[in-house]
């Protein structure tokens, strides 16, 4: 029975990761797991991480990360490079907890707002990663975009997620 891992580091986000999942009776299937890319090394050929349990994190035992997590099919990564020794750690995450044959889609802004993002693709490949960017203003023939700036489109990217014009 697979779930759906939901990661932080940082302690607000996951109690409300886990009000979230409780709230919307989602424990079944998502779970929230406390997750420091820094932990992670890089040399997991097969697979696995450290993480802490929702628990244990909540009575103090995430020191040490002790806990083995599975690998995973696919990781969806947000904003998590803001300098450079970020791309090394979230490099190694992804080549350690992804499944062989697994997919990660990571976004971010550019280098110009994301200290480290520029790196983060050689930092990939030297983990042995494929690969491939896109940058999200050129996808959707520009939908994702208001036609101007006054644009009252409640569906754009402007409006729903901070983006900044050059990000």
Request: proline share 4%; with cysteine.
């Amino acid at each position: 029975h697979s779930k759906i891992i939901l990661s932080d580091f940082n302690r607000k986000v996951l109690i409300n990761i886990d009000r979230n999942i409780t709230l919307n009776d989602l424990g079944d299937v998502a779970e929230p797991v406390l997750l420091d890319f820094y932990v992670q090394n890089g040399k997991h050929t097969e697979g696995g991480w450290k993480g802490t349990d929702f628990e244990s994190f909540l009575t103090g035992e995430e020191k040490g990360f002790a806990v083995d997590q599975p690998p995973v099919d696919i990781i969806l990564a947000a904003d998590t490079i803001c300098k450079p020794e970020d791309s090394v750690a979230v490099s190694n995450t992804i080549h350690d907890a992804l499944l062989p044959g697994g997919e990660a889609i990571v976004v971010s802004a550019n280098a110009q707002h994301r200290f480290g993002i520029d790196i983060f693709e050689r930092e990939c490949e030297r983990n042995g990663l494929q690969v491939t960017t896109f940058n999200v203003a050129d996808m959707c023939e520009g939908k994702l975009l208001p036609k101007d700036s006054d644009s009252e489109d409640p569906c754009s990217i402007r409006q729903t997620s901070g983006f900044v014009d050059n990000m």
